[in-house]
């Protein structure tokens, strides 16, 4: 059974700042991984998606990479802004047609 | 081009009475998924549908049920509320069948029950 894990669960750092977000999953099958970011009560905005045969995806400042062999993603985030605060989320495409979501990382970014 | 609609974006009910939530995909997509949202519980998997018919399902009690229309827009039906179903509702879209385009989201219902 695939598990999605999250660390850490929340995070602060100062403007300016680059970061990164760790994604780990148990089963390497995968299909994709998909990281997300939502900010309070509101929908998931997709921000990066990774196909099984790709290792990394760019935008902006934002970097995702993928190894499937270790089973982790991250997400890094490059010179952190005070806008960036949100929470993010990893999701993984699976057989069967399923996508398992990790509980996410919360990031405050400090002016 | 028009993301993913789910209406209403908010919504109150009493206890032990019904609610219906709709979403309209991405015009082409087929794949419409629904998740719940909690505090505690995190994003949780309701169903999917995929070309009206339903894919996959989670591990919520029967009175959650849902179903899609030819056109793709998907509904989901809680019966006899309860006070624990009070969540943000989010529905997602996908236009290949095996999703490899991965997910759009909508904004979410967020349901308060009374």
């Known amino acids: 059974k695939q598990e999605v894990t999250q660390i850490p669960a929340a995070l602060s750092v100062p403007e300016g700042e680059n970061l990164v977000l760790n994604c780990s999953f148990t089963?390497?099958?995968?299909?994709?991984l998909q990281w997300f970011r939502q900010d309070p009560g509101k929908g998931l905005t997709s921000l990066l998606l990774?196909?099984?045969?790709?290792r990394e995806q760019t935008s902006g400042r934002l970097n995702a990479s993928l190894d499937k062999s270790s089973g982790r993603s991250t997400l890094y985030i490059a010179a952190s802004q005070p806008g960036d605060s949100a929470t993010y989320l990893c999701?993984?495409?699976?057989?069967?047609?399923?996508?398992?979501f990790g509980a996410g990382t919360r990031l405050f970014v400090k002016a | 081009k028009a993301g993913v609609t789910q209406t209403p974006r908010y919504l109150i009910k009493t206890r032990g009475q019904q609610v219906t939530l709709s979403c309209s995909p991405i015009?082409?997509?087929?794949?419409v998924s629904w998740y719940q949202q909690t505090p505690g519980q995190g994003l949780q998997f309701l169903f999917e549908?995929?070309?009206?018919?339903?894919?996959n399902k989670g591990n919520f009690p029967g009175r959650f049920s849902g179903r899609q229309f030819s056109n793709s827009r998907s509904e989901m039906n809680v019966s006899t509320l309860e006070l624990g179903d009070s969540a943000l509702y989010l529905c997602?879209?996908?236009?290949?069948?095996?999703?490899?385009?991965?997910?759009?989201f909508g904004s979410g219902t967020r349901l308060t029950v009374v």
């Open positions: 549908y995929f070309s009206e018919t339903q894919r």
């Open positions: 999701a993984v495409g699976t057989g069967g047609f399923k996508t398992i």
């Open positions: 990774i196909q099984s045969s790709q």
């Open positions: 015009s082409g997509h087929r794949s």
């Open positions: 089963d390497s099958a995968i299909y994709n």
């Open positions: 997602a879209s996908s236009l290949l069948v095996d999703r490899a385009d991965g997910y759009t």
